[in-house]
C-alpha cells in the first residue's frame, strides 16, 4: 500500500499569510495527487487533481506542484474561509489512500 | 446541479447488515466511476470501494473485503454499498463520491454500529 504522509498536522496562521502544506507518498505516484479542504461537519471539498489543476471554481490563490513523491498545496493569501483541515489523496494504485490532514487554524 | 445524495445510514448491532444509497443527479452517471469514500468520528477519510462505469470491475479496501459490496444500477442512476457482519470499526460517515479523482462528494449518511 502506498503511504501518504502529510506534514505539519496542524498550523496556525493569520489572515493574508501565505501557507504551504506538504504530501510525501511512499512511493512515485506518478501525479495522481489530489487535494481536498474538509469543514467541520461538512463533506470535503475537492481543489486540485493531477498534482497541480484546480477544480472548476476553485480560486486561483489555491496551487499544487510537485511531482513522484513530494507534493505541496500553497494557499496563496491565507482568507476566513480556509480555515479548514486539508488532505491529500493518490489514486495511482488500490488501495487508494490519503494523508492524515493538516488543520489550519486561526492563529 | 451536479448532486449526489446518499441514505439509508442508521444504528445497527455489530454483526448486522446495512445497505446504503446515493441517488445521483446533474450528469451522466454511467460515464463516470464511483466511490464510496468514510470518515469515522473525529478521523480522516478512507476510501472503501469503487466501481466502473458498467459495474464490471470493483476494489475494496483490504479491511472490508468479503463483507460489504459495491454495485450500481445505471438505469436508476443510483449506487449502492451492502454492508454485511459490521463491526464497531465500520462507524462512520459514508459519503457517495464521483470518478477517481473524487471531484463531487455527497453530504454523507451516518452508520453507527454498536450495541
Known amino acids: 500500500d502506498i503511504q501518504m504522509t502529510q506534514s505539519p498536522s496542524s498550523l496556525s496562521a493569520s489572515v493574508g499569510d501565505r501557507v504551504t502544506i506538504t504530501c510525501r507518498a511512499s512511493q512515485a505516484i506518478n501525479n495522481y495527487l489530489a487535494w481536498f479542504q474538509q469543514k467541520p461537519g461538512k463533506a470535503p471539498k475537492s481543489l486540485i487533481y493531477?498534482?497541480?489543476n484546480l477544480h472548476s471554481g476553485v480560486p486561483s490563490k489555491f496551487s499544487g506542484s510537485g511531482s513522484g513523491t513530494d507534493f505541496t498545496l500553497t494557499i496563496s493569501s491565507l482568507q476566513p474561509e480556509d480555515f479548514a483541515t486539508y488532505y491529500c489523496q493518490q489514486y495511482n494504485s488500490y488501495p487508494l489512500t490519503f494523508g492524515g490532514g493538516t488543520k489550519v487554524e486561526i492563529k | 446541479e451536479v448532486q449526489l445524495v446518499e441514505s439509508g445510514g442508521g444504528l445497527v448491532q455489530p454483526g448486522g447488515s446495512l445497505r446504503l444509497s446515493c441517488a445521483a443527479s446533474?450528469?451522466?452517471?454511467?460515464?463516470?466511476?464511483m466511490s464510496w469514500v468514510r470518515q469515522a468520528p473525529g478521523k480522516g477519510l478512507e476510501w472503501v470501494a469503487n466501481i466502473n462505469q458498467d459495474g464490471s470491475e470493483k476494489y475494496y479496501v483490504d479491511s472490508v473485503k468479503g463483507r460489504f459490496t459495491i454495485s450500481r444500477d445505471n438505469a436508476k442512476n443510483s449506487l449502492i454499498l451492502q454492508m454485511n457482519s459490521l463491526r464497531a470499526e465500520d462507524t462512520a460517515v459514508y459519503y457517495c463520491?464521483?470518478?477517481?479523482?473524487?471531484?463531487?462528494w455527497g453530504q454523507g449518511t451516518m452508520v453507527t454500529v454498536s450495541s
Open positions: 463520491v464521483r470518478g477517481i479523482g473524487f471531484d463531487i
Open positions: 446533474g450528469f451522466i452517471f454511467s460515464n463516470y466511476w
Open positions: 493531477g498534482a497541480s
